[in-house]
C-alpha cells in the first residue's frame, strides 16, 4: 500500500525538490537574517525571477516577512522548520548518513547539515546554528565551555544569541593564540561567544606556543594555574580539526618541520597534536591550554568540521578519539565514507 507521501510523489513528481528547497530557503533566511533578497540570491543559487516568486508565496503562507532591513522568519517559519526538520533529514538521506557515521566512526552522535562548506560559505553558519540549539539543550548556570580557535568556531561565535540557559555559563580559550589572525584566535573567539550570549568569560593572554623554559615558568603563575584548572575541566569543548599541513604552516611551523609531518603521512590536528590516518600522535606542540589528556567522560567534546578538504583530517582525528557530537556537513560527510572504504 503507497503512502500518502508516494502517492503524491507519483500526481507531483518534483514535490520532494520543492519542499527541500523551499526549506533550505526558509533555512538560509533563519541563520542569516534580516537577510536581503540579492544575497538570498546569491547563496543559494536562485535566479531573481524564481526566487521573487518563491518569497511571494512564502510571505502569503505567511512564513517570512519583508522590511526594510530584510527578510526575516515569523514565529510560524520558525516552528515549520523545527516541526519539519527530521522528515527533512529523512528524505534527503542525511539521517542515513548520520547512522552510517556514527558506526564508522563510532561517534556517539553526528548531526549532518545540508551543502558542502568548501563551497558554500553559509553551510558554516547551519553547522553553528546546531551547535548552539546544542549548547541550549546541555548547558546549566555556572558550567564552563573550553572553546578552540580558527574561521569554523569564528562562525559558531557570530551565530549564539542571548538565551536564559547560557547567561550564567563561562566561555574560556581551549588554548593560547597562534600568532594568526585576532579574530580567529581562541580568546577573541571566546569573548565574542560571552558578549553575543551575555554571558562571562575569562582570557588566556599567553601564546600558544613556548619554549621549554618560558612554559615552566608561566604555569607556576598563579593567574594562569588557576586559569588553567578551569580550562582543563570544563563541561562543555568545542573545537573543530584541521589539516595537518594546514595548521602547520598557520603556527610558521620551519620547512624541517614541516618535512617532517609529511614524511610521518600527519593528517590533522587538535589541541596541538597531530595525527596519521590511523589516528596515531606523529607530533605534539607545547602548548599552554587544554590537552587531550584532559577530555573525559564528564564533559561533552563536540567537534565541528566541515568541506569535502576536511575529510581526512575528520577521520584521522576520530580514529584517535571519537567525540560526543560531531557537526558536519553532507559534501564532508560522503568523503569520510569515502576515505573509509579506500583505506580498507
Known amino acids: 500500500m503507497l503512502t500518502m507521501l508516494e502517492w503524491q510523489q507519483k500526481l507531483q513528481p518534483d514535490l520532494i525538490e520543492s519542499l527541500v528547497h523551499r526549506y533550505d530557503l526558509l533555512r538560509f533566511i533563519q541563520i542569516s537574517q534580516p537577510v536581503g533578497r540579492r544575497a538570498l540570491g546569491a547563496e543559494m543559487n536562485v535566479s531573481e525571477r524564481i526566487l521573487r516568486r518563491e518569497v511571494d508565496l512564502l510571505k502569503e503562507q505567511r512564513l517570512l516577512n519583508v522590511e526594510s532591513s530584510g527578510m526575516r522568519l515569523t514565529e510560524e517559519g520558525n516552528s515549520l522548520l523545527h516541526a519539519l526538520e527530521p522528515s527533512i533529514q529523512a528524505l534527503t538521506g542525511r539521517a542515513a548518513l548520520q547512522e552510517q557515521l556514527e558506526r564508522a566512526l563510532n561517534v556517539r552522535r553526528v548531526i549532518v547539515t545540508s551543502g558542502d562548506s568548501d563551497q558554500q560559505s553559509w553551510v558554516k553558519k547551519e553547522m553553528s546554528r546546531a551547535c548552539v540549539e546544542e549548547m541550549i539543550h546541555t548547558l546549566r548556570d555556572g558550567d564552563v565551555v573550553a572553546v578552540a580557535g580558527g574561521t569554523t568556531l569564528a562562525t559558531l561565535a557570530a551565530s549564539v544569541f542571548p538565551h536564559e540557559r547560557l547567561k550564567g555559563v563561562t566561555f574560556v580559550p581551549a588554548r593560547g593564540g597562534l600568532g594568526e589572525n585576532v579574530e580567529l584566535q581562541a580568546n577573541t573567539i571566546s569573548a565574542e561567544l560571552a558578549k553575543q550570549a551575555e554571558a562571562n568569560y575569562r582570557l588566556l593572554h599567553v601564546p600558544d606556543q613556548l619554549s621549554e623554559t618560558a612554559y615552566d615558568s608561566l604555569i607556576e603563575e598563579p593567574g594562569i594555574r588557576e586559569l588553567l584548572q578551569l580550562i582543563r575541566s570544563p563541561r562543555m569543548v568545542i573545537h573543530s580539526v584541521g589539516d595537518a599541513m594546514t595548521m602547520a604552516t598557520r603556527r610558521s611551523a620551519d620547512p624541517g618541520k614541516l618535512t617532517g609531518l609529511a614524511e610521518q ?74 576515505t573509509l572504504e579506500e583505506e580498507l
Open 265 to 338: 603521512h600527519a593528517q590533522s590536528e587538535a589541541f596541538g597534536y597531530y595525527f596519521d590516518q590511523e589516528g596515531q600522535i606523529v607530533h605534539k606542540e607545547r602548548t599552554i591550554g587544554l590537552q587531550l589528556q584532559d577530555l573525559n567522560k564528564d564533559q561533552q567534546v563536540i567537534t565541528i568540521a566541515g568541506g569535502q578538504s576536511k575529510a581526512r583530517a575528520i577521520a584521522s582525528y576520530m580514529t584517535h578519539r571519537p567525540s560526543d557530537l560531531l557537526i558536519t556537513d553532507e559534501g564532508a560527510a560522503k568523503a569520510v565514507l569515502q
